[in-house]
């Protein structure tokens, strides 16, 4: 991609993977029967017409169906876990816990729950309870590893010694910390760490983590790699959209544009629109800008900064620059005090920076409507009021209110361009020779104010400040010519 390259992702939120399950729930191994299955539907079902009766809906479901061995109760517990159904799966591993405090498939499927709901505290409760019941138990050291990569990532690596000890030869164990150092943002060490998991693994094999590799390689601009492990995965997992979103992103960085473009027509309107974000419309709006397409990107650019959050700096300024370069001013004057609040809040010389968006408007050729220029004129004009009401001692904010103000009415004398002019040039005395070409362009405009009010003389006497600090200026010499025929 070019300048405007649209990166700096804060991706581990938008696209994390799922949590890493390579060791094995105890609960895995148990068989759901079709009683316990008939009995899990229906458990449902009653819990979902009647949530505030959930003991009920358990207890009619497993006396109907002669559910009492605990296996069946776990067994039917996990059904529900997988369907989401985290309250009867959590109350039916309670009550199993009740009369078997060790035994551990409710406590996994328990804490797995906790998980999910992102119950942090209580899945380590859980998790610690099962360690504590089997020292062997290799899912509670993992999965209290897993609790701590999204709470404590620190502690989560130093629990990973211990589990280094108890079991050296794990592969699960690199593939673990590949993952930690992912929720770190510490992207060099888990692309490190996951390329020496994946030398003895399958793509395929791993798919979760897999994904995962995908997004670390593409956070450390292999952008060809990353593409590797999307294409070796995608097919086996079409609806996961974090792969359709990397294969989109990784062909556009590579500067495929044609594919990245068909990539781009199954990635959007596959998914509901709540799963797009911030960074997925910014890719959008580069692509288009890329395909001559100002006004579809322009359309995705605004939807961008509408979902982009508040707190991402300097990405607002990138926005800006390329709402600004399809001509969508207010959304990129919008996005550029986004910048300013977060990065430099009260900066003068960025409030500059906002205004001079409104200037590019009224200087771009498409934009021909007079109200709209008048709209530009004001919003900038507000802007620079306030610099120069902060700053007295500079001459910026009157001087870019002048070059507003005569935009509207070039050939003519504009009495608001005129007054900011003079500001501006009083604003500059005592300052060096290197602000003579502010001056000039301030002396211009008085002596083209006063030719066109017919005032000879006192355009004479401007004409004559301007050759004074530049003899050879090719206007300041055509109108003392015009104005010795005039004079006669």
């Avoid at 399809?326 to 005090?337: H, I, L, N, R, S």
Wanted: hydrophobic residues 35%; aromatic residues 12%.
């Amino acid at each position: 991609m070019k300048k405007n390259k649209v990166l700096s992702l804060a991706v581990a939120a938008v696209m994390a993977c799922g949590a890493n399950m390579a060791y094995g729930q105890a609960y895995e191994k148990l068989t759901l029967t079709p009683e316990a299955e008939q009995a899990a539907k229906m458990m449902i079902e009653n819990f979902k017409n009647n949530p505030d009766d959930l003991l009920g809906s358990i207890k009619k479901a497993t006396k109907q169906f002669k559910i009492r061995k605990k296996e069946d109760l776990i067994a039917i517990g996990a059904y529900c876990y997988k369907q989401k159904e985290y309250s009867p799966a959590i109350s039916l591993a309670q009550q199993v816990y009740e009369d078997y405090y060790d035994y551990l498939p409710s406590l996994h499927l328990e804490g797995d729950c906790y998980m999910d709901l992102q119950r942090y505290g209580e899945a380590a409760q859980k998790f610690e309870e099962a360690r504590s019941a089997n020292e062997k138990d290799k899912y509670a050291y993992f999965r209290i590893v897993d609790v701590y990569k999204y709470i404590n990532p620190d502690h989560a690596l130093n629990l990973m010694e211990q589990v280094k000890e108890r079991y050296p030869n794990d592969p699960a164990i690199g593939k673990t910390m590949a993952s930690i150092y992912y929720f770190q943002n510490d992207t060099a060490n888990a692309n490190a760490a996951y390329s020496e998991y994946f030398k003895n693994v399958n793509f395929v094999d791993d798919a979760d983590a897999a994904t995962e590799y995908a997004i670390v390689r593409f956070l450390n601009k292999d952008f060809k790699g990353s593409l590797d492990v999307v294409n070796a995965i995608i097919d086996k997992r079409p609806d996961e959209i974090a792969l359709s979103r990397m294969k989109f992103y990784d062909l556009l960085e590579l500067g495929q544009y044609a594919e990245a473009h068909a990539a781009a027509e199954k990635f959007f309107g596959k998914f509901i629109d709540t799963l797009y974000n911030y960074n997925d419309y910014k890719y959008m709006g580069a692509l288009q800008l890329q395909r001559g397409d100002k006004a579809k990107a322009g359309e995705a650019l605004e939807k961008s900064l509408k979902m982009m959050p508040e707190d991402k700096g300097l990405l607002f300024k990138e926005l800006s620059d390329n709402l600004k370069s399809v001509g969508k001013y207010d959304a990129a004057a919008e996005a550029y005090q986004k910048y300013i609040d977060n990065e430099k809040p009260g900066s003068i010389p960025e409030m500059i920076k906002k205004g001079r968006i409104y200037y590019t408007a009224l200087n771009d050729t498409a934009v021909t409507d007079l109200e709209t220029k008048k709209h530009y004129i004001a919003a900038g004009d507000e802007i620079f009021k306030v610099v120069s009401d902060s700053v007295k001692e500079s001459y910026q904010g009157p001087y870019w209110r002048a070059r507003l103000h005569m935009t509207l009415d070039p050939e003519n004398a504009v009495e608001e361009a005129m007054e900011q002019y003079t500001e501006a040039f009083n604003r500059l005395e005592g300052k060096s020779a290197d602000y003579d070409g502010i001056r000039i362009e301030c002396l211009r405009y008085m002596m083209f104010y006063y030719l066109k009010k017919d005032d000879y003389d006192n355009c004479a006497v401007y004409v004559n400040k301007v050759l004074a600090l530049d003899a050879d200026d090719s206007l300041a010499k055509q109108i003392k010519a015009a104005l010795s025929q005039l004079k006669k």
